[in-house]
């Protein structure tokens, strides 16, 4: 599986970005999908997660302002990001697990895409 994020940019606090990650491959084993966030010289944050079916969670830091959702006919997960704060500033991650019955579990990461928010 591979995956492609896009919609990354720099904006001013208030203002809204989509995040799109494309998967490809073996997507049929894709189950559970999130997005993840790094700032420099923090650790990882687990943003917001969804599953096949389509339940969702969410970090605090986001909810209300962050969604999360997916398309399984077009293999693409996105994230709705409104209300952006200058702490939103990071590296956006998207992330599927697979499972596959002929390998076992898999996880599998995009290279990411910058967000930056001016203040």
């Known amino acids: 599986v591979q995956l492609v994020e896009s919609g990354g940019g720099l904006v001013q606090a208030g203002a809204s970005l989509r995040l799109s990650c494309a998967a490809s491959?073996?997507?049929?084993?894709?189950?559970?999908m999130s997005w993840s966030r790094q700032a420099p010289g923090k650790e990882r944050e687990l943003v917001a997660t969804?599953?096949?079916?389509?339940?969702?969670n969410y970090a605090d830091s986001v909810k209300g302002r962050f969604t999360i959702s997916r398309d399984n006919a077009k293999n693409t997960l996105y994230l709705q990001m409104n209300s952006l704060k200058p702490e939103d500033t990071a590296g956006y991650y998207c992330?599927?697990?697979?499972?596959?019955?002929?390998?076992?579990?898999?996880?599998?990461w995009g290279q990411g895409t910058q967000v930056t928010v001016s203040s």
């Open positions: 992330y599927a697990e697979c499972r596959d019955p002929r390998v076992g579990r898999n996880d599998y």
């Open positions: 491959g073996d997507t049929i084993y894709i189950t559970t």
């Open positions: 969804i599953t096949r079916g389509g339940s969702t």
